[in-house]
């Protein structure tokens, strides 16, 4: 099993920054990648940005040059800074970590959510 622990949410006005926090514990060492995930009301979840165990980073169009998804290994926890705020990013942020469980299958874990409020 992976746990994963989120914090950093919160109310900000638009323009604003916000450090999301993923503290993950567990079966660690196997994990392939990790990233964030969100989900408005009405909408589907779509991935904001993932990081892999090699280091990689990816974003979705709507963030990128905005958010930042970083890693401290020493701690367990990545991170998704986010810059210059927008009302369109109000949603449910989750945390996701995705191992190999065999087959060529995988196995997502989630975070708790935490809420993202822009206002404008």
């Known amino acids: 099993q992976v746990q994963l622990v989120e914090s950093g949410g919160g109310l900000v006005q638009a323009g604003g920054s916000l450090r999301l926090s993923c503290a993950a514990s567990g079966s660690i060492f196997s994990i392939n990648a990790m990233g964030w995930y969100r989900q408005a009301p009405g909408k589907q979840r779509e991935l904001v940005a993932i990081?892999?165990?090699?280091?990689?980073?990816n974003y979705a169009d709507s963030v990128k040059g905005r958010f930042t998804i970083s890693r401290d290994n020493a701690k367990n926890t990545v991170y998704l800074q986010m810059n210059s705020l927008k009302p369109e990013d109000t949603a449910v942020y989750y945390c996701?970590?995705?191992?190999?469980?065999?087959?060529?299958?995988?196995?997502?874990?989630w975070g708790q959510g935490t809420q993202v409020t822009v206002s404008s």
């Open positions: 996701n970590a995705r191992r190999p469980v065999g087959g060529g299958a995988f196995q997502d874990y």
């Open positions: 990081i892999t165990s090699g280091g990689s980073t």
